[in-house]
């Protein structure tokens, strides 16, 4: 009785990919149908997983200020891209309850919603504001 998706990027990644296309599994209404995701159907661009790597926790948290900031130069305009392709792929699992996807068509309508919608608040600083309040919650005695 519970809607849910496994994905996987084509590059192997555990998780929603901009190096390629993406593959997703979902059940709802208790079947299993699979999808495929294509980051060119949202305007999104094709990377490398150069682009995408990480490093430390230092440096994770850093590129995070970093994108949060709006700064959108040499790895950050990937990151940006991954970051809210993979937000969007979490706004659309929370919805699954209340949305019925039929089709590839439904889905990718849906994720391009949902990407709108994380681009717009890591753009106009919502999502820092909201790492900023995390922070100090979580740092609070």
């Known amino acids: 009785g519970r809607n849910a998706w496994v994905f996987r990027g084509s590059d192997?990644?555990?998780e929603l990919t901009t190096t390629g296309n993406s593959d997703i599994w979902l059940?709802?209404?208790?079947?299993?149908?699979r999808f495929e995701l294509n980051p060119l159907d949202f305007g999104l661009k094709l990377t490398s997983t150069d682009q995408l790597a990480g490093g430390d926790p230092q440096f994770n948290a850093q590129?995070?200020?970093s994108l949060f900031a709006g700064q959108r130069d040499g790895k950050l305009a990937a990151?940006?891209?991954?970051?809210?392709?993979?937000?969007?792929?979490?706004?659309?699992?929370?919805?699954?309850?209340?949305?019925q996807i039929r089709g590839q068509d439904d889905l990718n309508q849906a994720?391009?919603?949902a990407i709108e919608l994380?681009?717009?608040?890591?753009?106009?600083?919502?999502?820092?504001?909201k790492l900023s309040r995390w922070t100090a919650a979580s740092q609070a005695d």
């Open 63 to 65: 590129v995070t200020r």
């Open 111 to 113: 994720f391009g919603v």
């Open 12 to 14: 192997g990644l555990d």
């Open 118 to 129: 994380t681009l717009k608040a890591i753009d106009s600083g919502a999502a820092a504001e």
């Open 79 to 99: 990151v940006r891209e991954v970051v809210a392709l993979n937000a969007a792929g979490g706004l659309v699992a929370y919805s699954l309850d209340q949305a």
């Open 27 to 33: 059940v709802q209404g208790g079947e299993v149908r």
